[in-house]
């Protein structure tokens, strides 16, 4: 029997207020979990949520689609991005906000990190687990192709394993052939080949399971998929990735 889930936001969902300017609804139905924030005129993050929050920027990752109103975002490096009405978005932890104009800004946001957000209450927050950090480090590198910080990262003898029947597709072992396999990606989309982390799980023990959206254009064709990277490390090193693809039939085909 096929399994079908179904919830109300309105109804079902849990409400959280914010300390002033709006508040926002959280609710899941299965695997599908879902905010609406509606962040009224005058909201800003950092007077608005950081008194709940207890840290000196958002470390909430946010991914979601803006539904009306205008939001400026500003993340701790000084890079600045401005969402409105259509916008999807993609925002890194580490960052403050602010609504813009005279219009309340509605936003869905379907995120896994969405449920702590504007909880309040004491925070619980342990010890990151350092080989996930290093993930994320990683996944930054490969989109911004900084072949500095990913050979850094991988160890000299490390391998890479690649599912499928494509020309791509096999064992690579030795970072060089790892970077070359990188580039080989690169080269086969014109450079649009990225990999956008979702989220990352790790054992505390040198094992992390990480989940991402690929995107890239080849051929006038855009393929999107999901997939997961298998880490192992040793000390602050990668020494294995096993690549796990929610299409490798489709994936051979865009890569063949």
């Known amino acids: 029997m096929a399994e079908m889930f179904a919830s109300n936001l309105e109804r079902d969902g ?10 926002a609804a959280l609710g899941s139905a299965g695997a599908v979990t879902m905010m609406r924030g509606v962040f009224e ?9 950081k008194p709940l929050a207890g840290s000196e920027s958002c470390h909430t990752h946010h991914m979601g689609y803006v539904i009306s109103g205008r939001m400026h975002i500003v993340a701790d490096d000084g890079s600045e991005l401005d969402l409105g009405p259509g916008d999807l978005f993609d925002l890194a932890p580490g960052h403050d906000a602010e609504v813009v104009g005279n219009e309340p800004a509605v936003l869905l946001d379907v995120s896994p990190d969405v449920t702590g957000y504007a909880r309040g209450g004491p925070a619980v927050v342990g010890e990151p687990d ?6 994320k480090r990683g996944y930054q590198a490969f989109n911004s192709a900084d072949i500095t910080t990913l050979s850094e990262l991988i160890a000299a003898d490390a391998m890479t394993h690649v599912p499928g029947h494509s020309s791509l597709s096999g064992d690579y072992k030795g970072r060089d052939a790892i970077l070359g396999y990188y580039g080989q990606l690169a080269e086969m989309t014109d450079g649009t080949f990225r990999a956008d982390l979702i989220d990352a799980h790790g054992d505390g023990h040198g094992h992390v399971a990480a989940l991402h959206q ?4 080849r051929g006038g064709v855009t393929r999107v998929t999901r997939g997961t990277l298998v880490f192992t490390f040793v000390g602050d090193k990668v020494t294995d990735i096993l690549e796990l693809r929610a299409d490798i039939a489709g994936d051979d085909a865009f890569l063949s």
Do not use: C, I, K, N
Request: charged share 15%; proline share 7%; hydrophobic share 40%.
């Open 214 to 217: 690929t995107t890239a254009t």
């Open 14 to 23: 849990e409400s959280r207020s914010f300390a002033a300017h709006g508040g």
């Open 41 to 49: 005129p005058g909201w800003r993050w950092s007077q608005d949520v």
């Open 130 to 135: 350092p080989h996930v950090l290093l993930v």
